[in-house]
């Protein structure tokens, strides 16, 4: 049966403020060869300096380690426990000092990130520079990604810049970027729809193009336009903006998409028509969430860099796209 002396039940961090994990040391060098002459060869320190730590630390504990009677030295109850527990507690204290001396230049020694694709244009070239004063080793994962959530769930992931709804998803904190609405994407010159249903009529003059059944974007249109009877064709579908946006700007399609797609693919304001949807109104949030109370305060100074990002280089551009969206835009309020 294993010896209780209580070391089992003392956290790591109350370690350093019980035991002199020098002294730790020490002992263990003295139960690996022995006795105190080997262990101050060992250790390169002299035999007083060994046997003066080992009385410290039997004076620190309260108890005897050794029977100092015996050549080599034997190992009491007390001794064993501490040699037993001791050789992972001296190993862990180890471990947990080169982690933190990771920390010495920086917030964190390392931090990955995933960002959806439709924001990352706007936010990666100011954010990156940002982040690296802060982040020893930075991961940043975007472009045509899935969802984001199970990889931050299955820590795959440290924070993420997502669309996806989080109202349900335990053990998040969130901060919300921006709110922007679905818009009609039209050719250059086109009349825009007056009434819901004359969106139909589009697919006469121009093909509709449209994110794959994969893309969550492509889900939430189908769901609003379902509610009021409207059904688009499914003729062309891409897994990104880019094409879509190219096709518009050809003449060739029309599209329902948001302001950010439009700036993430670089358009000139006025190269194509964005207007509303007629007789509907719907928006998506893009926000910054991270595991609850892992990162200290990190995630909210990033949210609020990337707020200012997209203050100042962001909603300039979306609202000359789409001024009938500035307010809601600008909005970071719960909906």
Known sequence: MALDTGLNSIPLRAVKDIIDIR??????????????????????????????????????????????????????????????????????????????????????????????????????????????????????????????VPEVQAGKLDIMVTSERLDEVDGLECHTLIREPFVLLLPKGAKPPERLRDIIDLSQQFTFARYGPRRRMSALIDRQLAR????????????????????????????????????????????????????????????LAAPEARFGDIPARIATFCRRIIDEDVIPQLKAHAPFAADLMMSRDPL
């Open 23 to 148: 002294a730790a040391e020490i002992f263990l060098a003295v139960c690996d060869t022995g006795g105190v002459s080997a262990a101050a060869a060992t250790l390169g320190i002299s035999q007083a300096a060994v046997s003066q730590r080992l009385n410290q630390l039997e004076r620190e504990l309260g108890t005897a380690l050794f029977n100092r009677q015996t050549r080599p030295l034997q190992l009491l109850p007390a001794g064993i426990a501490l040699r037993d527990r001791g050789r992972s507690l001296v190993h862990d204290w180890r471990d947990l000092s080169a982690a933190l001396k990771r920390f010495q230049d920086v917030d964190l020694p390392e931090l990955r990130i995933g960002i959806i694709e439709s924001i990352a244009p706007a936010l990666v070239p100011r954010l990156v520079p940002e982040l690296r004063k802060m982040v020893g080793t930075l991961s940043l994962l975007s472009g045509l990604i899935g969802p984001l």
């Open 228 to 287: 009021f009877g409207v059904e688009l064709p499914r003729t062309l579908e891409f897994a990104s903006s880019a094409p879509i946006i190219d096709l518009v700007r050809q003449d060739i399609a029309w599209t329902i998409l948001t302001p950010l797609c439009l700036y993430s693919a670089r358009v000139p304001v006025g190269e194509l028509t964005v207007v509303p949807i007629p007789s509907m109104s719907f928006s998506r949030k893009v926000e």
